[in-house]
């Protein structure tokens, strides 16, 4: 099936997809899934980074203020 045949197709048209579009269907949408997915891990682990060095300064200017 080539991309015009399967972008043409609305899940709302009252005619059922073919198995070969369903199967496109839901592979396009586990990809953008993985995708979005990916990018939100990616995201949320380099929110913690920066939290972790912002809370490792702060200590480190509260710990040497506290030698002198």
């Keep these: 099936m080539d991309d015009k045949e399967l ?9 059922e997809p073919t198995d070969e579009m369903l199967s496109q269907i ?3 949408v586990a990809e953008e899934a993985r995708q979005k997915s990916e990018e939100a891990h990616r995201r949320y682990f380099a929110a913690l980074d920066e939290n972790i060095r912002a809370q490792r300064k702060k200590h480190n200017v509260q710990f040497n203020e506290g030698r002198k």
Excluded: D, G, P
């Design 7 to 15: 972008n043409a197709y609305r899940l709302t048209s009252l005619e």
């Design 26 to 28: 839901m592979k396009e």
